[in-house]
């Protein structure tokens, strides 16, 4: 089972840009889909984006589609998550997530990655 620890989050003005990562460990990192969630207070966690495990295929939600990007370097055992234009909605624990069985769109079901970290806070002010 991959660990995973997010670091970068953090306070900042909406308009500005933030960007998470996501370091893992103890498995075959290429070999796993990655994901990143939101969860905010009083919310349900939510999709945020995925990427296939060879960095070829990305998916996005609706509301951070075109300001967000998911990256990975597998040669690190990293992913990234650069926010741009980050709004006060955008505020929110974001958890960086794993899984070797699931599609990258199953991915997108905050109820199917096995694996979790421990979640970073973002909080965008107005």
Not at 20 to 43: D, E, H, I, V
Not at 63 to 83: C, E, H, P, W
């Amino acid at each position: 089972q991959v660990q995973l620890v997010e670091s970068g989050g953090g306070l900042v003005q909406a308009g500005g840009s933030l960007r998470l990562s996501c370091a893992a460990s103890g498995g075959t990192f290429s070999t796993y889909n990655m994901g990143w969630f939101r969860q905010a207070p009083g919310k349900e966690r939510e999709f945020v984006a995925v990427i296939r495990g060879s960095g070829s295929s990305t998916y996005y939600a609706d509301s951070v589609k075109g300001r967000f990007t998911i990256s990975r370097d597998n040669a690190k055992n990293m992913v990234y998550l650069q926010m741009n234009s980050l709004k006060p909605e955008d505020t929110a624990v974001y958890y960086c997530a794993a899984d070797r069985f699931f599609t990258i769109g199953a991915m997108k079901n905050p109820t199917n990655p096995h694996s979790w970290g421990q979640g970073t806070q973002v909080t965008v002010s107005s």
